[in-house]
């Protein structure tokens, strides 16, 4: 044994490296120099000989360990570039040395991550295909800091644990190293000794693909190449930021869907604005179903690969249409080889065994003091919004992460430090993800699945809220859902559940959910109705209009076999939506909507208008959900002018009876509905029919006619006094020439009259 190199070995640590303990291998086996030369040192289990071969010389290197460990000196006086040439038995193979080559994370980029605010980890921790000086290889990063040691296995190492062990960073606990020679598409995962000995294999937490489920490894892709083309859309997103815009939003899952273009060509020819998919995040339990993500930074391969869900944003952006994605950041599925006791200890789940257990799933709740747990889902909201150009995330079960108490009885959970049950830690997560998107990527949204109590959900981080854009309304869709499923003759005992939104609507920012949470299927959602299938549909229609008449974003799922007839009514009513600015424009603001009959309970109408500050865009709606039609329905409006109809959901081409009004109508003075002026309509059974409102001048007659109240009642008494002392003068006149002698006690009684008159005005 070369003298030279004995010298310089570390037993201590080439033991930790034979026996698969070391964490920081790079310390050990990187190139360096020393006084003797360039010491190059490699584990290479089994290998028969190792030589390093720097340009066209060959410099054999001696075994230091029977186990594999393999060192050599050689005479220079910097670090070459070389290989090792490996030969067991008759297999001989040239690799590039992983330990000769840099850590990839900065220092700073480790401490953002320890901080909790490396909003871009996925740019390093995962895997990726890169080129280091010149050598191609992929970088991988993994955080497991409980772990006594991690290596990338794969079919590159034939699944050794032993071959390529990463290198521990000090502060954060993340393991990486570059693999030369390794490049897209290898199947891998992390093979990690636990305090205690026991080896387990992981899946990769930032892996940007998986295996076809049920397989569960990770897969390396290099997602470097795609070239995206909807720069005018992510231009024109920041728009939505003032909540202003038309946001109707198609729900949906990938699974129902032959192909992309499919599910693009539907959702244009019905005139959405938005689509909102169910999680497209990688998941494994197929009774779970999406909801139960095993891989948070992969697309689901069931769908194809990543470049493939990056084609399918890249085609609804090209048709002006958003993505809004389903996101679950509250909980985690416990399945082997997932987050579960990631590195031997609770490290992504909430540490405490007793809060640790989603009461409901009986899966595992994040751990939202972890300012690392916090980033990994920081950065994975980041890289869907921001890598694959989604425009809003829809997070899931907001409830179990803001109530310590959520589904847990008395005594089954613990109070924060102000013993109350708000979870502290996820509060001031969701504040700070919802104030760093609208910071970095204006025009972006969040959407609350929250059914609770919580208030102001969707104010502004600033004044000490949460910050959503918009919180999911379900109570809305529950209280009219459980008005529709009454007969309509009983509904009038629940005209509340129509009207109670409208007292806390502007409480918050709501989209307003009809979608397959809360109707089910087509088949379903009819189940919930009374009457004939006919009368189902029209009330399925009326529901969809009043949805979309009512302040607040709105959300539907109609099968994509729906009926024709239902299709070209949504399209339409979609179309409406987008063209008329009340109907969006002040959604926010209380101005934008005003009442002008919500007590006929009897008659199961609502009767109401949609404003912004241009008088000419007042929609004037009228919504009956009573199973009779109105012929001849008298309305209050809000001036004189002319009302045309431009919606009825009862149109024959919807599947209706079509009791429509063709003709506009100029209102006249007649009172109704506490209103000088009123005009009157057909109103179709269960049906909703939307009217244009467009002021007028007043002709001359009813300009005089419509004086303020206290003018046009003395205009009046001055006519009638007029007219009765024109009478009264003609009378005493005839009087006069025929029965002089009477005029004398008419004269007595007129006088008493008047006495009268004026002791009663006293």
Not at 237 to 251: A, G, L
Not at 477 to 504: C, W
Not at 723 to 747: I, Q
Request: hydrophobic content about 35%; overall charge negative.
């Amino acid at each position: 044994m070369d003298s030279k190199v004995y010298k310089y070995m570390d037993w201590p640590e080439i033991e930790a490296v034979v026996y698969g303990e070391e964490a920081t291998p790079r310390d050990l086996m990187a190139p360096r120099m020393t006084a003797d030369g360039v010491l190059v040192q490699g584990f290479f289990p089994d290998a028969d000989s190792v030589e390093v071969l720097v340009d066209k010389k060959t410099y054999k290197m001696e075994q230091q360990d029977e186990a594999g460990y393999f060192a050599a000196m050689l005479p220079m006086r910097k670090v070459p570039s070389y290989q090792y040439r490996i030969t067991k038995g008759k297999e001989v193979c040239t690799v590039n040395d992983p330990y000769a080559f840099p850590v990839q994370i900065t220092e700073d980029e480790e401490k953002a991550f320890c901080a909790g605010v490396y909003y871009h980890a996925y740019e390093k921790l995962g895997a990726h295909p890169t080129e280091i000086d010149g050598v191609a290889g992929t970088s991988f990063a993994v955080w497991a800091p409980n772990a006594l040691r991690v290596s990338v296995v794969g079919d590159f190492n034939n699944w050794d644990g032993r071959c390529h062990m990463m290198h521990r960073m000090p502060m954060s606990g993340i393991y990486e190293l570059f693999i030369p020679g390794v490049g897209d598409g290898a199947v891998y995962k992390y093979e990690m000794k636990l305090k205690g000995g026991a080896l387990q294999l992981k899946s990769d937490p930032y892996a940007a693909c998986t295996e076809l489920p049920p397989a569960s490894a990770s897969v390396v892709k290099d997602m470097r190449n795609y070239e995206w083309d909807d720069a005018a859309w992510m231009g024109a997103r920041e728009k939505y930021k003032d909540r202003h815009q038309p946001v109707s939003i198609y729900e949906t899952s990938l699974t129902v869907w032959k192909n992309a273009q499919e599910l693009v060509d539907y959702v244009k020819e019905l005139k959405y604005t938005h689509v909102e998919l169910h999680p497209v995040m990688e998941y494994l339990d197929e009774d779970a179903g999406e909801y139960s993500t095993f891989a948070y930074y992969a697309p689901d391969r069931r769908f194809g690969m990543p470049e493939d869900f990056q084609q399918l944003v890249n085609a609804l952006h090209k048709e002006n249409i958003g993505v809004i994605l389903d996101w679950t950041p509250s909980h985690f599925p416990r399945q082997e080889g997932g987050l579960e006791l990631f590195d031997g200890t609770p490290l992504y789940e909430n540490p405490d065994p007793s809060m640790a257990i989603h009461p409901m799933w009986g899966t595992l709740l994040f751990n939202f003091e972890s300012p690392m747990v916090k980033d990994f889902l920081l950065a994975n909201a980041f890289y869907w919004l921001e890598f694959y150009h989604a425009d809003g995330l829809r997070l899931d079960d907001v409830d179990s992460m803001l109530y310590l108490d959520f589904g847990r009885e008395y005594g089954q959970w613990r109070p924060n430090i102000y013993g109350t049950n708000e979870n502290l830690e996820a509060v001031e997560f969701l504040k700070h993800l919802n104030s760093i998107l609208q910071k970095n990527l204006s025009g972006t949204m969040t959407i609350a699945q929250e059914d609770g109590l919580w208030s102001e959900l969707t104010g502004s981080v600033e004044d000490d809220n949460i910050g959503f854009s918009y919180k999911w309304n379900n109570n809305w869709a529950g209280d009219f859902l459980n008005y529709l499923s009454k007969d309509p003759i009983e509904r009038q005992y629940v005209h509340d559940q129509l009207t109670l939104s409208m007292l806390y609507t502007y409480c918050e920012h709501f989209v307003l959910p009809l979608g397959s949470r809360q109707t089910g299927d087509q088949e379903s959602f009819m189940a919930k109705l009374p009457g004939d299938e006919a009368q189902k549909m029209s009330q399925i229609r009326a529901a969809y209009s009043y949805m979309m008449l009512h302040p607040g974003c709105k959300m539907m799922a109609p099968d994509k076999e729906a009926p024709e007839e239902l299709k070209k009514f949504v399209h339409d009513l979609n179309e409406l939506y987008v063209s008329q600015p009340a109907m969006y424009q002040m959604d926010d603001d209380y101005e934008g909507f005003e009442w002008i009959q919500l007590m006929k309970y009897e008659e199961n109408v609502l009767t109401f208008l949609r404003k912004t500050e241009n008088p000419d865009e007042t929609l004037m709606a009228v919504c009956n959900f009573a199973a009779v039609p109105y012929e001849n329905y008298q309305l209050g409006v809000p001036f004189y002018g002319k009302y045309k109809e431009i919606f009825n959901s009862d149109r024959k081409e919807y599947g209706g009876q079509g009791v429509v009004n063709p003709r506009a109508k100029t209102c006249r003075q007649a009172e109704c509905d506490e209103r000088e002026y009123s005009v009157t309509f057909k109103i179709p059974a269960l049906g909703v029919a939307v009217f244009s409102c467009t002021p007028g001048k007043k002709p001359e007659k009813l300009a005089v006619a419509a004086k303020k109240p206290e003018t046009a009642k003395k205009t009046t008494r001055k006519v009638a006094v007029k007219k009765d002392s024109a009478k009264k003068a003609a009378a005493k006149k005839v009087a006069a020439k025929k029965t002089p002698e009477k005029k004398t006690t008419t004269a007595k009684k007129t006088t008493a009259k008047k006495n009268i008159k004026k002791d009663i005005a006293v």
